[in-house]
């Protein structure tokens, strides 16, 4: 069955440094979505991709879907405290159930 | 609009118990999904249920199973509860699959 594979699983950063979590799927996909869990909560709806080589930004993340459509990426620049969470890709092929990758857990140094 | 609502919010129950989880969709959503997440773990699928019907089932034994009401509410029930069941179940639903919303979920502790 689809898979959907998510590095790395933990990164700490400094303060101010910039962060990156990949996402790569064993099936093309319809498109892709990018969910945010903080401490002790539920994942939130960041963002969705649909199209081939897609990039989307929102003020300091910056997401994109590949060409092939089945690898995604998230990055933030200048990370702050508030970033911190665990980052999911998940994707979906068709009319199919999301597949969420395993999560990227950010922990930030203030 | 209200979001999705799951209860209770936290459950204690025995070894070998049955437990039942409860998940409100957002209304006008037909689909419902329910997650396990273990301790710092990822989501592991669980059912999806969709105009009353099971559409999918994750790897789990028999003893995890649902339902979907006619009102497109949920039950999870986990019978002969292990331990290992110790974790937070998240329920979400959506439009016709598209974006997920999530409930805040119920953290299902097994002494």
């Known amino acids: 069955g689809q898979q959907v594979m998510q590095i790395p699983q933990y990164q700490h950063v400094q303060e101010g440094e910039d962060f990156t979590t990949y996402c790569n799927s064993s099936t093309t996909l319809s498109n892709i979505q990018w969910y945010k869990q903080r401490p002790g909560g539920h994942p939130v709806f960041l963002i969705q991709l649909v199209k081939s080589g897609e990039v989307k930004k929102q003020k300091r993340l910056t997401f994109q879907f590949g060409e092939a459509k089945k690898n995604s990426s998230l990055h933030i620049t200048a990370t702050q405290t508030t970033d911190v969470g665990t980052y999911f890709c998940a994707g979906q092929a068709g009319a199919q159930k999301l597949v969420f990758g395993q999560g990227t857990r950010l922990t930030i140094n203030p | 609009e209200a979001g999705v609502t799951q209860s209770p919010t936290h459950l204690i129950k025995t070894r070998g118990q049955q437990a039942t989880l409860r998940c409100s969709p957002i209304s006008g959503h037909t689909s419902v999904y329910w997650y396990q997440q273990a301790l710092g773990l990822g989501l592991q699928f669980l059912l999806w249920y969709d105009e009353g019907e099971e559409r999918n089932r994750g790897n789990f034994p028999p003893r995890f199973s649902g339902r979907q009401f006619p009102n497109y509410s949920s039950e999870l029930n986990v019978n002969a509860l292990e331990l290992e069941d110790s974790a937070l179940y998240l329920c979400?639903?959506?439009?016709?699959?598209?974006?997920?919303?999530f409930g805040s979920g119920t953290r299902l502790t097994v002494v």
């Open positions: 979400a639903s959506s439009p016709e699959g598209i974006r997920y919303t």
